[in-house]
């Protein structure tokens, strides 16, 4: 006569299904635990829609949106809310920005990249000498993008390049960026806006 199975031994034999369901029936009898698992996913879920992923220069891409997260952002009182353009490259050449909507707010949008080709070791050029690189090749993609030349235009042009830290890294990407000339935030989109 066959000897009855021990639950333990039907319980390891039982499927990963089986299994799944005999812990939620467990679950399903504690509702506080349920609680406190829902909100500790609910909370979890929260932040990971809420916070934005920060890109590096080297993730851009012509017509990407972005918010660049300078120490104006958060002042109120102000005058250029998107931040003075030394700050937006010393922020972007660091620790990136957040891709935006470009229907939303936004600081800036890239209007060009640009990798410079000095080999690993050449010695850091200095911040002016990377961004006169690239003045030529940013003003004319500034007016193909926007549809205007960057004089008299109300729009403004920021030629962000690799800092010494990104450089001595290895880092040669850059963009060119287009902001609001009087430093607000975007509403819409500078692309084709003639303006």
Not at 93 to 120: K, M, R, Y
């Amino acid at each position: 006569m066959p000897r009855a199975m021990r639950e333990i031994d039907r319980y390891k034999r039982a499927s990963r299904r089986e299994q799944l369901a005999d812990e939620l029936r467990v679950l399903a009898r504690s509702p506080r635990v349920l609680l406190v698992l829902f909100i500790l996913f609910g909370g979890w879920l929260f932040l990971r829609l809420t916070t934005p992923t920060l890109v590096r220069l080297e993730d851009l891409a012509v017509g990407n949106c972005l918010h660049v997260p300078t120490s104006a952002n958060d002042d109120v009182t102000a005058v250029r809310p998107i931040g003075e353009a030394a700050e937006v490259s010393i922020v972007m050449a660091g620790q990136g920005a957040a891709i935006a909507p470009c229907t939303a707010s936004h600081s800036h949008e890239v209007l060009a990249v640009f990798t410079d080709a000095d080999s690993p070791g050449t010695a850091f050029p200095g911040d002016s000498v990377l961004q006169g690189r690239h003045v030529a090749e940013c003003n004319a993609a500034f007016a193909g993008y926007v549809g205007h030349p960057v004089d008299m235009s109300a729009f403004a042009l920021t030629i962000v390049a690799q800092q010494i830290d990104g450089w001595e890294g290895g880092r040669r990407a850059g963009a060119c960026l287009v902001s609001d000339s009087a430093g607000q935030f975007l509403t819409a989109s500078a692309k084709g806006a003639g303006r």
